[in-house]
Nanobody, 124 residues
Framework: QVQLVESGGGLVQAGGSLRLSCAAS????????MGWFRQAPGKERKFVAA????????YYADSVKGRFTISRDNPKNTMYLQMNSLKPEDTAAYFC?????????????????WGQGTQVTVSS
């Protein structure tokens, strides 16, 4: 049974930082591309960042480029999202997802497995 468990969310002031983690089990982690998505209340789930199976290729949404960094540690079966210079508009539930294709894809429908999400709230 595949499980993706996010952690690290919380309340932070604008300009602050948070580091999200996604711990994976039940799958061959190094064979999957991984992604982060976010969803604000009443809005659709949006792509944030993706990393390919090896960690050598990454891709970011324009809204987070230069502020967020995605990374992974394959021996630890864990992916990370370092979020700096947070803004109130970054407030959302953040979800990690696994993509068996191995590449950096941005469409949520491309991902095979999803976590339950962790809430990030940025106050102004």
């Amino acid at each position: 049974q595949v499980q993706l468990v996010e952690s690290g969310g919380g309340l932070v002031q604008a300009g602050g930082s948070l580091r999200l983690s996604c711990a994976a089990s039940g799958l061959t982690f190094s064979g999957y591309a991984m992604g982060w998505f976010r969803q604000a209340p009443g809005k659709e789930r949006k792509f944030v960042a993706a990393i390919n199976w090896s960690g050598r290729n990454t891709y970011y949404a324009d809204s987070v480029k230069g502020r967020f960094t995605i990374s992974r540690d394959n021996p630890k079966n864990t992916m990370y999202l370092q979020m700096n210079s947070l803004k109130p508009e970054d407030t959302a539930a953040y979800f990690c997802a696994a993509d068996a294709s191995g590449g950096t894809r941005t469409a949520a429908i491309s991902y095979d497995h999803w976590g339950q999400g962790t809430q990030v709230t940025v106050s102004s």
